[in-house]
């Protein structure tokens, strides 16, 4: 390989890179070196071939897709030859056939390896007055997605038993580890809809070796259960959430801390789960020392409603009941940030074909989540705020709009203009708009089309007959 080749594919990851932030001038900026994703391609034996779709090209491509409001082919393609015009390079072609075959070569755990790279990497980066009382905390959450009803798909990710066939969608669950001070996915389950061993719970303990010790997991109350909370002890990580509705809660029992809030101990369940091997079920500890504690969500105008938190934190002067409380109410970021991939990103209706490239373009998805994350938190701590209080669906139209002034401005003029970028960034903050009620209700009647209830060469036939 020459070193006009070698320059050449430095300078498309150095190219890649400033179009997200990744200036060495700014903070964060060490979250996706080069040197990364270098060695990303080399342990996966991508090789460095510097053609019109090279790895570099195609990931940028990917990435630039999922992040577009028009997420088609056609339109990245048609996108890609413009850019290629303003940097006086040859035409290429505007079919979509290469790009597509050039996708299907990019291997999954590359797009693993950076997303799980770019999430930790800002986290360890958070500033400190971003933590909870200076503790690491991660969210869990999972939802569903939906794809190209197609017979791979199907095979892999069926639809609902709700559904006959060929009505239906193929359906996806996912699960979410989220860093709770800067927002960035950290780990991905991905898993059929239903079936044994699918549920989110069963992807939350695949996760729990990526967590370290010391830190506290915060979930929802399906997820509080006995035996993942002993394995997330053993590990050194704390648990918070919502007491499952099945376990029944008397605050006359055990050591009292407080009005509605005591630490009781939690017998280990008699019979082994199947998922656990008898040698993992012995290992476990014959009971859990848990805090339990009641709070009471005041809105004026409304019922209070009240709810038990359990957790590990046992020690009352360290965590007081107001700061766990306050802690557990901060679980809703993991539904916002699910939200914003979900309707701001379009990752709610995946375009792919095939199981393989489906999982790809999630992981697709949440790196470029992973990046735009990072330019916030970049734009936080260059302006003293918090990342939760800027939003991301303006960031990242704000980041779209500097993209192609990024892409072509003089590398003296760069570090100016990324400054210009983050203050915009940081200027879109939500509001703070308490006890806020939208119903969720749309104004504008959809079109009068009738619901499909038969597959679709069926319904071809019966509208043939009627005309």
């Given at each position: 390989?020459?070193?006009?080749?070698?320059?050449?594919?430095?300078?498309?990851?150095?190219?890649?890179?400033?179009?997200?932030?990744?200036?060495?001038?700014?903070?964060?900026?060490?979250?996706?070196?080069?040197?990364?994703?270098?060695?990303?391609?080399?342990?996966?034996?991508?090789?460095?071939?510097?053609?019109?779709?090279?790895?570099?090209?195609?990931?940028?491509?990917?990435?630039?897709?999922?992040?577009?409001?028009?997420?088609?082919?056609?339109?990245?393609?048609?996108?890609?030859?413009?850019?290629?015009?303003?940097?006086?390079?040859?035409?290429?072609?505007?079919?979509?056939?290469?790009?597509?075959?050039?996708?299907?070569?990019?291997?999954?755990?590359?797009?693993?390896?950076?997303?799980?790279?770019?999430?930790?990497?800002?986290?360890?980066?958070?500033?400190?007055?971003?933590?909870?009382?200076?503790?690491?905390?991660?969210?869990?959450?999972?939802?569903?997605?939906?794809?190209?009803?197609?017979?791979?798909?199907?095979?892999?990710?069926?639809?609902?038993?709700?559904?006959?066939?060929?009505?239906?969608?193929?359906?996806?669950?996912?699960?979410?580890?989220?860093?709770?001070?800067?927002?960035?996915?950290?780990?991905?389950?991905?898993?059929?809809?239903?079936?044994?061993?699918?549920?989110?719970?069963?992807?939350?303990?695949?996760?729990?070796?990526?967590?370290?010790?010391?830190?506290?997991?915060?979930?929802?109350?399906?997820?509080?259960?006995?035996?993942?909370?002993?394995?997330?002890?053993?590990?050194?990580?704390?648990?918070?959430?919502?007491?499952?509705?099945?376990?029944?809660?008397?605050?006359?029992?055990?050591?009292?801390?407080?009005?509605?809030?005591?630490?009781?101990?939690?017998?280990?369940?008699?019979?082994?789960?199947?998922?656990?091997?008898?040698?993992?079920?012995?290992?476990?500890?014959?009971?859990?020392?848990?805090?339990?504690?009641?709070?009471?969500?005041?809105?004026?105008?409304?019922?209070?409603?009240?709810?038990?938190?359990?957790?590990?934190?046992?020690?009352?002067?360290?965590?007081?009941?107001?700061?766990?409380?306050?802690?557990?109410?901060?679980?809703?970021?993991?539904?916002?940030?699910?939200?914003?991939?979900?309707?701001?990103?379009?990752?709610?209706?995946?375009?792919?074909?095939?199981?393989?490239?489906?999982?790809?373009?999630?992981?697709?998805?949440?790196?470029?989540?992973?990046?735009?994350?990072?330019?916030?938190?970049?734009?936080?701590?260059?302006?003293?705020?918090?990342?939760?209080?800027?939003?991301?669906?303006?960031?990242?139209?704000?980041?779209?709009?500097?993209?192609?002034?990024?892409?072509?401005?003089?590398?003296?003029?760069?570090?100016?203009?990324?400054?210009?970028?983050?203050?915009?960034?940081?200027?879109?903050?939500?509001?703070?708009r308490p006890d806020r009620l939208e119903p969720r209700q749309r104004k504008r009647r959809p079109k009068p089309y009738k619901?499909?209830?038969?597959?679709?060469?069926?319904?071809?036939?019966?509208?043939?007959?009627?005309?």
């Open positions: 390989m020459s070193h006009s080749i070698r320059w050449s594919f430095q300078q498309q990851i150095d190219w890649f890179r400033r179009q997200f932030a990744q200036h060495a001038g700014l903070p964060f900026a060490n979250i996706l070196p080069a040197a990364v994703i270098v060695t990303a391609l080399q342990t996966l034996g991508v090789p460095f071939y510097n053609s019109l779709y090279n790895p570099v090209t195609v990931l940028w491509l990917f990435l630039s897709q999922v992040i577009h409001a028009n997420p088609t082919l056609a339109v990245t393609v048609e996108c890609f030859l413009a850019w290629r015009l303003t940097q006086g390079m040859s035409c290429c072609s505007t079919g979509t056939g290469a790009y597509a075959r050039a996708r299907q070569r990019l291997p999954e755990a590359l797009l693993a390896m950076l997303t799980r790279h770019t999430g930790r990497e800002a986290d360890r980066a958070a500033l400190s007055q971003w933590r909870w009382l200076g503790r690491v905390v991660k969210l869990f959450d999972g939802s569903t997605v939906s794809m190209p009803d197609t017979p791979e798909n199907q095979g892999a990710f069926p639809q609902s038993h709700t559904q006959a066939p060929g009505v239906g969608f193929p359906l996806a669950r996912i699960g979410v580890l989220f860093s709770l001070a800067v927002g960035t996915v950290l780990e991905l389950g991905i898993r059929r809809w239903a079936g044994k061993h699918q549920s989110e719970l069963a992807m939350l303990r695949d996760m729990i070796p990526s967590l370290e010790a010391g830190e506290v997991l915060l979930t929802d109350r399906y997820l509080c259960s006995y035996m993942e909370i002993a394995l997330l002890q053993r590990r050194g990580v704390d648990f918070v959430g919502q007491m499952h509705a099945r376990r029944k809660v008397d605050f006359r029992r055990g050591r009292r801390l407080g009005p509605c809030d005591h630490v009781v101990e939690w017998n280990k369940p008699q019979r082994q789960p199947d998922w656990m091997s008898a040698e993992d079920y012995a290992a476990l500890p014959e009971t859990l020392t848990i805090r339990e504690f009641r709070c009471r969500i005041i809105r004026k105008g409304y019922q209070t409603r009240t709810l038990v938190v359990a957790t590990t934190l046992l020690d009352a002067q360290q965590y007081p009941l107001d700061e766990i409380a306050r802690l557990y109410r901060l679980r809703w970021d993991a539904e916002i940030n699910l939200r914003s991939l979900k309707t701001m990103m379009h990752m709610d209706v995946l375009r792919c074909q095939t199981p393989d490239m489906v999982r790809k373009e999630i992981w697709a998805h949440l790196l470029a989540y992973n990046l735009i994350r990072t330019v916030i938190a970049q734009a936080a701590a260059r302006h003293e705020k918090d990342p939760r209080q800027i939003s991301f669906t303006r960031a990242m139209r704000t980041l779209e709009a500097f993209r192609p002034a990024i892409a072509h401005v003089p590398r003296g003029q760069l570090a100016e203009l990324y400054e210009h970028m983050l203050t915009a960034i940081a200027s879109h903050e939500i509001g703070n619901l499909m209830t038969t597959p679709r060469n069926q319904a071809r036939k019966q509208e043939a007959k009627k005309r």
